[in-house]
């Protein structure tokens, strides 16, 4: 992500921005337009335009995948400038109910622990009271309940121990940061994920004092909130010694390498908040600058390690694979080429790219929630080229892509190329299940 600040009256108007932009591109107007939303954002800047829902409503419709940002040949920041938008209009407006809870419960993880279990019981109960063509009906923003991810029974990290050994020779020290989406609800990533870092001879820490990496509170604008999250994390993580910090969704990763350090320096600068402990922001500053120096993204780690990885050679190869490459996978971290170049060369991949592989599902974040209808529309254009190439697999390294890639799928019907002979969904995974499942066993 282009990250040098420049002021809005650099916007040349060129217009190159709305040739990135998801939710202009179906949408066809102006005023969803990344350049549009920075002329909004200046006449609120200069008194010219007072904040009102239509204005809250239209500096929402952005699902701060940073792809203007990108593309933007003036070097406008359009993310920060969003952000703080966007803490303004809560400011100023305050957020919905379900946002308000949202928040609450991602504040503080032992809420995050209850919400879940709570969850999981009522999906465990209405799995069995509700029919199809009902459980079909209800919709969670653009995803029918029903094509809801299962929660994880377990906590994934209640599953495992805290510090997991190294298979064979040590050869370094890792910490994991899981993020929620492993935690609560994909465990089959943090399986995978530990399954190929201790094979690849890493001792792995999973810290159990982490919580949620506060990315949706700072997305709206729970800015105090983010800040006691975002210690609990800095101190979860900095107390121990290691090579890497990984994540396994480029979100959870760009809280880590940008934006904690980047909201303790606006901290400082503004001399805003106390700090949520007994530590100076000035300490915590320097801790989180560690961190940020040792993040990585785990395709990332693995297309680094990846000679090291022993594959058992009778492993079937995967037909017919597309890829989603989430926006923080391309605008924050940058990993696009090596994940692409790591999938053409795992032999037990066959990676069939799709043209818009490149661009965003619609998920971002509360985005399919907020705005069900341009979710969909965008949705549905990237089911259309994965059905073009047949595909049986889809892999994505974000969680909220996968749940809203697997959400939108219906079932295949029987013949359909790809699939012969039976009806099957395309299978949503993270990239990190196959490459584990290959894996020699017991090496
Ligand atoms: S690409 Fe940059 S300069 Fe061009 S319209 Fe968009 S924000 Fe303005
Ligand atoms: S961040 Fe993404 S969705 Fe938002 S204006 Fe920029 S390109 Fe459009």
């Given at each position: ?21 998801p939710v202009?591109k179906v949408?066809k ?20 335009l ?6 809250k409503?239209l500096i929402?419709k952005c699902?701060m995948?940073g ?5 933007c ?19 100023d ?7 308000k809870?949202l928040?609450f419960l ?7 622990r209850?919400?879940?279990?709570m969850?999981?019981?009522?999906q ?5 009271l509700?029919p ?14 029903k ?11 209640k ?8 298979r ?6 890792i ?10 609800m ?6 995978s ?15 159990q004092d982490?919580t ?5 509170l ?11 999250n975002m ?17 396994d969704?480029t979100?959870?990763g ?12 606006k ?5 805003s908040?106390?700090?949520?402990s ?7 500053e ?18 680094v ?5 022993v594959?058992d050679k009778?492993t ?5 694979v597309?890829y ?9 971290f940058?990993?696009?080429?090596i994940i ?22 619609g998920g ?7 705005h069900?209808?341009i979710?969909?529309?965008?949705m549905d ?17 974000c969680?909220?892509?996968r749940?809203n ?7 295949l019907?029987p ?5 012969p002979?039976k009806?099957s ?6 990239p ?5 499942n290959a894996?020699?066993?017991?090496h």
């Amino acid at each position: 992500m282009n990250l040098s600040v420049k002021p809005l009256q650099n916007c040349g108007k060129c217009g190159l921005c709305l040739t990135a932009c998801p939710v202009y591109k179906v949408l066809k107007e102006e005023q969803a337009s990344p350049r549009a939303r920075l002329q909004l954002i200046k006449a609120f800047e200069n008194n010219t335009l007072e904040a009102t829902p239509l204005l809250k409503e239209l500096i929402s419709k952005c699902l701060m995948c940073g792809s203007c940002a990108a593309t933007c040949p003036s070097g406008i920041n359009h993310y920060e400038k969003f952000m703080n938008m966007r803490q303004q209009m809560v400011a100023d407006l305050g957020e919905t109910p379900v946002i308000k809870s949202l928040i609450f419960l991602l504040s503080k993880e032992s809420r995050i622990r209850r919400g879940a279990g709570m969850a999981k019981l009522t999906q465990k109960l209405a799995e069995k009271l509700t029919p199809d063509w009902l459980a079909n009906k209800y919709c969670m923003g653009n995803i029918p309940l029903k094509q809801f991810p299962r929660l994880n029974s377990i906590p994934f990290r209640k599953r495992v121990a805290q510090i997991i050994p190294p298979r064979g020779e040590k050869k370094g020290r890792i910490v994991y940061f899981t993020g929620c989406a492993t935690n609560y609800m994909y465990s089959d990533t943090g399986i995978s994920t530990v399954g190929i870092l201790t094979h690849l001879g890493y001792e792995v820490i999973i810290p159990q004092d982490q919580t949620c990496c506060a990315i949706p509170l700072m997305f709206h604008g729970a800015s105090t909130r983010a800040a006691k999250n975002m210690t609990i994390n800095i101190n979860a993580l900095g107390k121990h010694e290691c090579d890497n910090i990984i994540v396994d969704c480029t979100t959870c990763g760009a809280a880590l390498k940008d934006e904690y350090p980047a909201l303790i320096k606006k901290i400082i600068e503004k001399n805003s908040t106390q700090p949520p402990s007994n530590q100076s922001w000035e300490a915590l500053e320097m801790l989180s600058k560690k961190i940020a120096e040792k993040t990585t993204d785990i395709l990332s780690f693995i297309a680094v390690h990846k000679q090291k990885l022993v594959f058992d050679k009778n492993t079937p190869k995967l037909a017919h694979v597309a890829y989603h490459a989430p926006c923080h996978s391309r605008n924050s971290f940058n990993t696009l080429p090596i994940i692409q170049n790591l999938l053409k060369e795992l032999p037990f991949i066959d990676y069939t790219p799709t043209p818009d592989e490149a661009e965003c599902c619609g998920g971002g974040g509360t985005f399919f929630y907020e705005h069900p209808k341009i979710a969909k529309r965008i949705m549905d254009k990237k089911i259309y080229q994965v059905k073009n190439i047949a595909a049986e697999y889809w892999l994505t390294d974000c969680p909220v892509c996968r749940i809203n890639l697997a959400g939108n799928l219906e079932p295949l019907k029987p013949g359909t190329p790809g699939t012969p002979g039976k009806s099957s969904r395309i299978q949503v995974l993270h990239p990190i299940t196959p490459i584990y499942n290959a894996l020699k066993k017991g090496h």
